[in-house]
Structure formats: structure tokens, C-alpha cells
């Protein structure tokens, strides 16, 4: 096969990626309260207007319950978003609610702090905090 013909074989990473679902394990000092911060500086996703590329860091914080999130696992749900056409106030919001369907933790926000593009800066910070 010659290198003009174009060809689109599944990579085992795009597999992966397209799986993305976000793993999580037992919390290993359950009923101690302590901070997980988690940093994703390679965030992307597309315009739902534009089709433009958006790019940013997501920060995930949050105070575990009885699980917690795999770190290969959430790396590869982020990278899931790279060709999805969402705004930055749905995709902020879909990392929390998805966080909270995961592992239901006490407490837990995701700040979505977007590279400027049109010289506008966008930042979205979403929170939640488990009933008591």
C-alpha cells in the first residue's frame, strides 16, 4: 500500500480514548479527610459555533468518600473530549457531573481555565458538595 492511499486504522491510544471511561479504585484511608488536586493542562475540545479548537487546563479538586479516581483513567476521558463540539460552560459542567457519578465524593470542584482566543479569557468553576 503506497503512502497516497489514505487509510484510518484505529490506534490503540484513539481505542482508549474513545472508551474513556473514568475507573475508580477504593479509597485507600476512607473516613480521613484529604485534598486530591489533579491537573490536565492538555485539555481540548471544539467550538460548538465556530468548530474552532479550544484548548485549556482542567483542575479537578475534590475530598474522596469511598472511591477514587484512577489517574491513567481520567486522562484518557479527558483526551475524549478533543473532537466533541461543547461549549465551556457544558464541558465543565459534564467533568463534574461525570466525577460525581464515578466516585460520589464529599466534596469536589472543576475549574476549566481556557487559553484566550479573540482575546477572551475564559474561566468556569463548578462545585459540588454530597448531602450529609
Known sequence: M?????????????RLIEEGNLITFPNPRPGRRYTITITLPEFTCKCPFSGYPDFGTIYVTYIPDQRVVELKAIKL?????????????????QILDDL???????????????????????????THAKAV
Open 2 to 14: 503506497s503512502h497516497t492511499q489514505e487509510t484510518h486504522d484505529v490506534k490503540y491510544g484513539e
Open 100 to 126: 460525581v457519578a464515578a466516585c460520589d465524593p464529599l466534596e469536589v470542584t472543576v475549574k476549566a481555565d481556557y487559553t484566550p482566543r479573540g482575546n477572551v479569557h475564559t474561566v468556569v468553576e463548578v
Open 77 to 93: 476521558y479527558i483526551n475524549s473530549y478533543r473532537d466533541r463540539y461543547i461549549s465551556h460552560e457544558e464541558a465543565t459542567n
